[in-house]
């Protein structure tokens, strides 16, 4: 299947069309991951600036393995076993470590964030979010499979065309992902105010973590 635009007065090919990636796309951003359930806890406990922060850095991350996937770099890392499996423990220790912060120092949902003794700034959350979606192998593999289906691999600008995908990519997630972030910061006040429930929604937080973990361990590279 093509289609055509024009591009740096080049020809457009692709193996499947504009339409079916933008579908596919909007069914990936809507489906729950790391990187969701980070942006969203941050909202929660720090605000709209702190989860739109960690938003822009997961969204760093997705710059960073658009560029790796178009140069091959993450293909070499997919395919080795050694270099997959250190990864993959990076990745799901990550994750168990934000698990146990939200367990044990509630980093999800603060009650009393001016008791805190130094907020966290804003670059932290934006750290955060590029850690998180850079140690997430699941992420490596989507783009070294997914993205390659709707450019020919003989095409000589397919380079050019799978960052061009990758940008397109945040440009149909950043909408959608900012309009989560102010929902939540819109009912934070009001869960804020019942401690039992927050601290229910720490211990959820914490086992998503940990369930997303597990899974990032049981990810298979080929």
């Known amino acids: 299947m093509t289609g055509n635009c024009c591009c740096c007065c080049h020809q457009w090919t692709y193996k499947m069309s504009p339409s079916a990636f933008s579908l596919a796309a909007f069914v990936l951003t809507i489906t729950p991951g790391p990187d969701?359930?980070?942006?969203?806890?941050?909202?929660?406990?720090?605000?709209?600036?702190?989860?739109?922060?960690?938003?822009?850095?997961?969204?760093?991350?997705?710059?960073?393995?658009?560029?790796?996937?178009?140069?091959?770099?993450?293909?070499?890392?997919?395919?080795s076993p050694q270099a997959f499996l250190a990864l993959k423990i990076a990745g799901a220790g990550y994750l168990v470590f934000l698990a146990l912060q939200a367990v044990f120092k509630g980093s999800s949902f603060q009650l009393?964030?001016?008791?805190?003794?130094?907020?966290?700034?804003?670059?932290?959350?934006?750290?955060?979010?590029?850690?998180?979606?850079?140690?997430?192998?699941?992420?490596?593999?989507?783009?070294?499979?997914?993205?390659?289906q709707f450019v020919s691999a003989r095409d000589p600008h397919v380079t050019g065309k799978l960052i061009f995908l990758g940008v397109y990519f945040l440009l149909l997630a950043i909408p959608f992902s900012v309009a989560m972030i102010l929902a939540a910061d819109r009912f934070a006040s009001a869960l804020k105010a019942r401690p039992k429930v927050m601290r229910a929604i720490d211990w959820l937080f914490a086992g998503v973590f940990s369930a997303f973990a597990l899974r990032i361990l049981f990810t298979q590279s080929r």
């Open 36 to 79: 969701m359930t980070l942006f969203l806890g941050r909202t929660l406990s720090d605000g709209r600036s702190a989860g739109i922060m960690a938003m822009l850095g997961a969204s760093t991350g997705i710059l960073v393995h658009t560029s790796l996937a178009a140069f091959g770099i993450s293909a070499l890392i997919a395919a």
């Open 112 to 148: 009393e964030p001016s008791k805190r003794a130094k907020p966290r700034p804003l670059s932290a959350h934006w750290l955060t979010g590029i850690g998180i979606n850079l140690l997430n192998p699941k992420i490596i593999l989507f783009f070294v499979t997914f993205l390659p």
